[in-house]
T-cell receptor, first 113, second 113 residues
Framework: DAKTTQPTSMDCAEGRAANLPCNHSTISGNEYVYWYRQIHSQGPQYIIHGLKNNETNEMASLIITEDRKSSTLILPHATLRDTAVYYCIVRVAGETSGSRLTFGEGTQLTVNP | NAGVTQTPKFQVLKTGQSMTLQCAQDMNHEYMSWYRQDPGMGLRLIHYSVGAGITDQGEVPNGYNVSRSTTEDFPLRLLSAAPSQTSVYFC????????????FGSGTQLSVL
């Protein structure tokens, strides 16, 4: 699996957009980018995933650069409840890899009032 | 739906004791897995299963056993607890339909004295 690099921590003002970067310069063509978050002491929560096109769902948007070497997770209007550790994960999608995501240390996002 | 249910939420053991952490899911997911999370660190995969009767080792399997006799249940057994196994344990499941949307339980906080 490609290695990912994320900033250790970030701050964001409530109501503003939170842009969380992730570098995955060694990503291969069949590897997806996944984002999860973990609110204090809870189990991680799936946010979004993508291969090469930008993706949007009810929680966030995922912007993947054209060369796929980096991506940005965007929370359009951050709230205090979005304070969490955000994990960027790169993994080949496949039948037997469903349970084997590798979680790094992630980015601690703190949303301030 | 209950999703992924873990019991107990908290457990204190003495060194050398054995115990079983329970995990059950009601989503008919084929893929289940166990992770541990030490303070300030990301999640590390212990064991995983791609279906009933099939299990395999993850990144940190030593000291743990698993079995998968039904689709719903995936218990994690600590054979002889050690202080190094003090951690928060998360169970997760996924449908495995080509991309990894993992659903996590709320975790079991284990202390080994």
């Amino acid at each position: 699996d490609a290695k990912t690099t994320q900033p250790t921590s970030m701050d964001c003002a409530e109501g503003r957009a939170a842009n969380l970067p992730c570098n995955h310069s060694t990503i291969s063509g069949n590897e997806y980018v996944y984002w999860y978050r973990q609110i204090h002491s809870q189990g991680p929560q799936y946010i979004i995933h993508g291969l090469k096109n930008n993706e949007t769902n009810e929680m966030a948007s995922l912007i993947i650069t054209e060369d796929r070497k980096s991506s940005t997770l965007i929370l359009p209007h951050a709230t205090l409840r979005d304070t969490a550790v955000y994990y960027c994960i790169v993994r080949v999608a496949g039948e037997t890899s469903g349970s084997r995501l590798t979680f790094g240390e992630g980015t601690q996002l703190t949303v301030n009032p | 739906n209950a999703g992924v249910t873990q019991t107990p939420k908290f457990q204190v053991l003495k060194t050398g004791q054995s115990m079983t952490l329970q995990c059950a899911q009601d989503m008919n997911h084929e893929y289940m897995s166990w992770y541990r999370q030490d303070p300030g660190m990301g999640l590390r995969l212990i064991h995983y299963s791609v279906g009933a009767g099939i299990t395999d080792q993850g990144e940190v399997p030593n000291g743990y056993n698993v079995s998968r006799s039904t689709t719903e249940d995936f218990p994690l057994r600590l054979l002889s607890a050690a202080p190094s196994q003090t951690s928060v344990y998360f169970c997760a499941s996924s449908s495995g339909q080509g991309y990894e949307k993992l659903f996590f339980g709320s975790g079991t906080q284990l202390s080994v004295l």
